[in-house]
């Protein structure tokens, strides 16, 4: 039988450039709060809806490139290498159209959506300023998707810590340069931070195109042929991507709807909770990371028919991310003055958002085990099963939820337990599907 190589080093450093480039996206998010956090509130809240409806929009794209990865890795360990390019060519058509019609939804439809749903109409008009520019991110967006599916698949992920930096330094200097209207440039405020991170996204893009140029030798998989669609090859994708799309969207959704109920308790709570949101995010760096490279890994451990070394393999995985989220953790918690200084100065929105720290610091705790064993199941082939999982722990995360704000009337603090809920429930749902379910010979 063949020796694999599942050893904690191995392991990291498959993960490390994915953790990295999970900061880069999630640098645009704390930089954009941080900046806005010195405009006022009602910029601090249009950019935390306008934010989290472009996020869940991209998670249908992301949904169907990691469909993609988890192909790519299979491949990948059956050492198909040529089948590759198919699947990126592939990914290109689909995402492309899909852009289209993303861009559409974030362009005019989700206008009237949040019009009707944002009770506070000077955060409507911002939120309509910072959409109508953001909406144009989503087609570089998507295309950095493609190239990081092709990537991540054959666990060549050092490309993503590169772009990371691009990304990063672009969206930091231009999100100081626009929203204050630094060195002769107007002051734009939210438009300033919407076009700072659309441009951020093109220079992702133009530097994974550079990059693959310089260094991937296009015959030995097969790349950008772009001959004619092939339906069968687009719907094995599908089936594969389809359900992760929307589980993806349906997660990031659900967490809209979270910030609509939040809105509801006023326009502080809504500025505190879109600084725990930047805050929650960055302790989930290395739980995304770690995440995604798990999928990477059991798929190609599939591939080389090796289904004995995958739950040892989780479970490394597991013991990692776990250890690198409590010491983010530890920072919050010791430090938590300090933390929300970063992002405003107005001590009541400090004093208010302290309790919540605490409380998404135990959440994200839970999510590092729950969101490694999610992601195994992925890796499995069997998308299916955990959207239908995704389903029944997001439909019980939405009642809890709902039932604390607009039965119990509970304050800001209370309301944000409801991430603890989810962690526990994601662990401990796909452990026991991990430990008893059908798994072992799914097909991709």
């Known amino acids: 039988m063949q020796e694999v190589n599942i050893k904690y080093s191995r392991i990291w450093q498959i993960a490390y450039p994915i953790i990295l480039g999970s900061i880069a996206q999630n640098l645009i998010n704390f ?51 040529k089948d590759i390019g198919s699947v990126i060519d592939h990914s290109v058509y689909f995402l492309g159209f899909l852009a289209v019609l993303s861009y559409i939804l974030l362009r005019y439809i989700s206008l009237d959506i949040l019009e009707y749903s944002i009770s506070s109409k000077a955060i409507f008009q911002e939120t309509t300023v910072y959409m109508k520019i953001r909406a144009v991110g989503i087609f570089f967006a998507f295309g950095n998707m493609v190239f990081r599916a092709f990537y991540v698949g054959l666990t060549k992920t050092k490309v993503i810590t590169y772009t990371t930096v691009v990304m990063a330094i672009t969206n930091i200097i231009l999100d100081y340069i626009l929203i204050f209207g630094e ?14 991170s659309v441009i951020a996204e093109v220079s992702a893009l133009l530097f994974f195109i550079i990059y693959t140029q310089v ?4 015959s030995d998989y097969s790349l950008f042929k772009f001959i004619k669609p092939n339906t069968q090859k687009l719907l094995r994708i599908l089936k594969l991507a389809i359900p992760i799309m929307m589980q993806q969207f349906i997660s990031l959704s659900v967490w809209f709807v979270f910030f609509l109920f939040i809105e509801k308790l006023g326009e502080m709570a809504l500025a505190v909770s879109n600084i725990i949101r930047s805050v929650y995010v960055i302790l989930m760096i290395p739980v995304w990371g770690f995440a995604t490279a798990t999928s990477t890994l ?19 995985i597991v013991l990692l991310c776990l250890g690198g989220v409590v010491i983010i953790v530890g920072l919050g918690i010791l430090f938590p003055d300090i933390i929300m200084e970063v992002y405003t100065n107005d001590r009541e929105i400090i004093n208010l958002g302290i309790p919540v720290l605490k409380i998404v610091s135990l959440g994200a705790i839970m999510l590092s085990i729950g969101f490694v064993l999610f992601n195994g199941i992925s890796g499995t082939g069997r998308t299916d099963v955990s959207f239908g999982l995704e389903i029944i722990v997001l439909s019980l995360y939405l009642i809890y939820t ?23 429930l994601m662990s401990l749902m796909s452990f026991l599907y991990l430990r008893f379910g059908n798994w072992r010979k799914a097909v991709v």
């Not at 998670?59 to 059956?78: C, D, N, P, V, W």
């Not at 260094?215 to 296009?218: F, S």
């Not at 059991?298 to 490394?316: A, E, N, P």
């Open 298 to 316: 059991v798929s190609y451990l599939l591939g080389l028919k090796r289904q004995d070394l995958v739950m040892t393999l989780i479970g490394k």
């Open 215 to 218: 260094t991937v030798r296009y």
């Open 402 to 424: 709902y039932v604390l704000i607009n039965v119990f009337k509970v304050d800001i603090s209370i309301a944000w337990t409801s991430e603890i809920v989810y962690g526990t």
């Open 31 to 81: 930089t954009d709060t941080a900046f806005l956090g010195r405009v006022g509130e009602i910029a601090l809240g249009a950019s935390a809806l306008g934010g989290l409806f472009y996020l869940a929009v991209i998670m249908l794209g992301l949904g169907f490139s990691t469909g993609a990865q988890i192909i790519i890795a299979r491949r990948f360990g059956e050492n198909k290498l």
């Open 183 to 196: 060195f002769g440039f107007p002051e734009m405020g939210v438009a300033g931070a919407a076009l700072a």
